[in-house]
Structure formats: C-alpha cells, structure tokens
C-alpha cells in the first residue's frame, strides 16, 4: 500500500518536515516457533511486518490488518511486547518521520504466507536460530517478543 492517503493529504501542506507518526510492527509465529518475515522492495531487506494505522484503527486492528495485507498470514494478536519512540528517519524525497513503534506478539491462526501486496519481495517463515540477516531493530522485537520480562531502556537508548 505504501503511504496511507492522510499522510499524503498532510504532507500536502506540511512539507518534508518532520512529522511523528504511530507505527505498529507484529511479531507473528507459528505453531513450530517459527517468525514470518517480508523482504521489503524498497529496501531489499528482510525485515519484521509492521505499518501504520489508519485514522481512528486501534493498534491491534493495525498489526493483524498489516500482517494480512503484506503475506496473507491470518494472525490474533496475544500481547504487546514492546512500546518505543524510534529515531528519525529521512527518505529519499526528503520527506522526515520519527514513529512511536508498538510491536506486538502474534500467533498465526491461518493462510499460507505469500507475498500479497507490493510492498514486498518475498515472505517467509524462520526458525529463530537461523534468521536472515535483519536490522538491531527487528532482532530485538523478535528476542523481546520470545520472552516475558518487561523492557526498560535507558535515555541515552536509541534505535
């Protein structure tokens, strides 16, 4: 899907500036322990599923929307592992983001993993111990999202 149309619409009048947006991002496994990943098109790179809400969608609503909309992988949602301010982004246009990410653990309920949209190259289940190369920031939602003790970061923390 890329950019929702009311980032588009806001954009229209606020430029490049920075903007901070919500952004969900789901930890999704199977019945074997395996995490689904998508390889993104615009970065070649595999990476953990996620997106942002539309207007007035709860979180949740967000993660299993995403999840479905990006691999065709029906998924509920079973508990929030982790909320966190990330640090700015600048895209190649010059348009500026910092996202307040809430990642999620997920457990897949049904459908078959697939590439189903245009965002991505190819999706896939993994074991934990044999991950593709992936950014700090989708191997530590995956180790927080295998555990439940609470996350604390530390100010000087980013990612």
Not at 54 to 65: D, L, N
């Amino acid at each position: 899907m890329g950019t929702p149309d009311f980032i588009r619409e806001i954009r229209a009048t606020a430029g490049h500036q920075l903007l901070l947006l919500p952004g969900v991002s789901a930890i999704v496994f199977d019945d074997d322990g395996r995490v689904l990943l998508g390889r993104r098109v615009d970065t070649g790179g595999w990476s953990i599923i996620g997106g942002i809400p539309e207007p007035g969608e709860q979180p949740a609503v967000t993660a299993v929307r995403e999840v479905y909309e990006e691999t065709a992988v029906r998924c509920v949602v079973e508990r929030v592992v982790l909320v966190q301010a990330l640090k700015p982004v600048t895209y190649p246009n010059g348009d500026e983001c910092q996202y307040m990410d809430i990642t999620f653990r997920c457990r897949a309920v049904g459908g078959e993993a697939r590439v189903n949209d245009d965002e991505s190259l190819d999706v896939g289940w993994f074991p934990v111990d044999a991950l593709p190369a992936l950014q700090e920031f989708a191997l530590f939602r995956i180790k927080q999202a295998l555990t439940d003790a609470p996350t604390w970061f530390e100010p000087t923390t980013s990612e």
